[in-house]
């Protein structure tokens, strides 16, 4: 059991919103059972309709059996976790609805605060003003904000520079919550508690690197949401870059906030803007059509309720240059696409091959060495090394095995990355949350290359549904000699 300690209270705005149910619920339930957030902490949920805490009490329950099981969840566990909720009505925009929570809130004033912005964007501005307004943010306040912030560096600067007239750049949690995923984080365990990797992690020994973040799922309702936005913003633009820095990123002086941060802003100011012939022969977007998905069949996109003269993207490649020492001449290729043939997020690090083979006439090729961190379906880091194929062969030939680096116990639960990013935020660490120097960074680069997709520089592609994406996204890669791990 973990130290109790942790006495806060939690608000959490959008709180009978979908994220709230599905992510931000559950993770409270398994800290606070798992003795991360004393149990005198409140988790207050702002709803919009007029609901009794009882009532509010049940539907939280009902919505953890949903998301966690029956078999996880837990009736006696649940007892105590219940005295925790509370619940208040508001609308956001009605300065008066905040009564209820000034009062709840202020039975502690000095308490720790934590308030979780899960709704739209639109929001973030209003909610912050009217905490101020009922004096409500303390030195120890906190809020996070949900993704997306923003939909290019303009509106993103407006955004932030609201939200900072009411709360200070250190007590502002920008979530990725890529970033809080266990495989994520053993990343820079990875690089930087290794010393193997040292020596090799640079452009003399790395040919390339791949990043891909493949759904099988569509749009799952939000039309609205996703027409606005696109691969590019809703998947490169954060997770996919943050991914990037954290392969790219030098080792940091220490494993404070500001030292990581500083070197994954540097990575991000060395990103090689695109002129208009890159964008022409570095990126890809396209659009899915209609195809199916184990075996069932699923609509195109332009066939979604509103849609049918729509130009976003569903699916994005890039080839993206760091013009730094260590990553001179090191291709990084991103792809991110939704209706894909299976749910897969991975990172590959593909080494250089040996510079003469003793093996050419022994019939075997030497296949080169690949680092393949494994995010989604399943979490797992494999080196691929070649190795002798056993037996009295007169030939020494040769195979590649996988060195499986994850040694997880079976047994215990696996964390979600929303603990771990509740908890941070609890405890006031924000080395996993997005500066703002970053975010900005991160939209001043992909802005370019969307003003050039405005411009139409390429044409939108097509894929079926339930494929790899448009063959336009092989091309990329093979025009350099590379192809996608999974051809
Ligand atoms: P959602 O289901 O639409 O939840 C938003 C909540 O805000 C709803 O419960 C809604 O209340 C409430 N709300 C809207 N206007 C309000 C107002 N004027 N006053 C009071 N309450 C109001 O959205 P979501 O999927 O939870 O997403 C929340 C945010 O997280 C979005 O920015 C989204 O992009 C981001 N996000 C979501 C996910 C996810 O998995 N869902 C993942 C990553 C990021 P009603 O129920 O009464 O409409």
């Not at 993206?320 to 290729?333: A, K, S, T």
């Not at 194929?389 to 929303?418: F, W």
Request: charged share 25%; glycine share 6%.
């Amino acid at each position: 059991m973990a130290s109790m300690d942790n006495v806060c209270d939690i608000t959490i705005f959008g709180g009978h919103g979908d994220l709230a149910f599905r992510k931000l619920m559950p993770a409270l339930y398994h800290l606070s059972n798992d003795g991360y957030l004393s149990f005198s902490s409140r988790i207050i949920t702002v709803a919009r309709n007029d609901i009794t805490n009882d009532e509010h009490i049940e539907l939280v329950r009902s919505k953890l059996i949903e998301f966690i099981g029956e078999s996880v969840f837990n009736q006696e566990k649940f007892e105590r976790f219940k005295s925790q909720l509370h619940v208040v009505t508001i609308d956001f925009d009605d300065e008066k609805s905040y009564k209820g929570l000034k009062e709840l809130l202020g039975a502690f004033p000095s308490r720790e605060r934590v308030n979780y912005l899960s709704t739209a964007p639109d929001f973030f501005a209003t909610i912050c003003k009217m905490l101020k307004n009922w004096d409500l943010v303390t030195d120890v306040s906190r809020v996070v904000l949900e993704k997306p912030i923003g939909r290019d560096l303009e509106s993103s600067r407006a955004i932030n520079s609201e939200v900072l007239k009411y709360f200070e750049e250190k007590q502002i949690y920008r979530i990725d919550h890529y970033l809080g995923k266990d495989t994520v984080q053993n990343i820079m365990a990875l690089r930087f508690s290794n010393r193997i990797f040292m020596p090799l992690w640079d452009a003399n020994n790395i040919d390339h690197v791949q990043i891909t973040v493949a759904e099988s799922v569509g749009v799952e309702g939000r039309w609205g949401y996703y027409d606005q936005y696109g691969a590019m913003r809703d998947m490169i633009q954060n997770h996919l870059m943050q991914l990037l820095c954290l392969i790219a990123m030098e080792p940091p002086c220490s494993l404070d906030a500001d030292s990581v941060r500083d070197e994954k802003v540097k990575v991000l100011r060395s990103l090689r803007p695109m002129s208009a012939a890159d964008i022409e022969r570095k990126t890809v977007r396209a659009q899915y059509a209609k195809g199916s998905i184990d075996g069932q069949p699923v609509p195109g996109y332009r066939e979604g309720e509103g849609m049918e003269h729509s130009n976003t993207e569903t699916f994005a490649a890039l080839r993206v240059d760091i013009d730094n020492w260590r990553w001179n001449g090191v291709p990084f290729y991103l792809r991110s696409g939704k209706r894909m043939h299976q749910r897969n997020s991975e990172i590959v690090i593909q080494f250089k091959s040996v510079p003469h083979s003793i093996f050419a006439n022994q019939g075997s090729g030497i296949s080169q060495n690949k680092l393949v961190i494994s995010l989604q379906p399943k979490e797992s880091i494999q080196l691929k090394l070649m190795n002798k194929v056993p037996g009295l062969s007169d030939q020494m030939r040769l195979q590649q095995v996988d060195l499986e680096l994850n040694s997880r116990i079976n047994s215990t639960r696996k964390s979600d990355a929303y603990e771990r990013l509740l908890l941070d935020v609890i405890r006031s660490n924000p080395t996993l949350f997005m500066r703002l120097d970053e975010v900005e960074a991160a939209w001043k680069w992909a802005d370019v290359i969307l003003a050039g997709w405005a411009e139409n520089i390429i044409p939108m592609k097509s894929y079926q549904a339930g494929t790899d994406g448009p063959s336009a996204s092989i091309q990329l890669v093979v025009q350099d000699g590379v192809s996608w791990n999974d051809e």
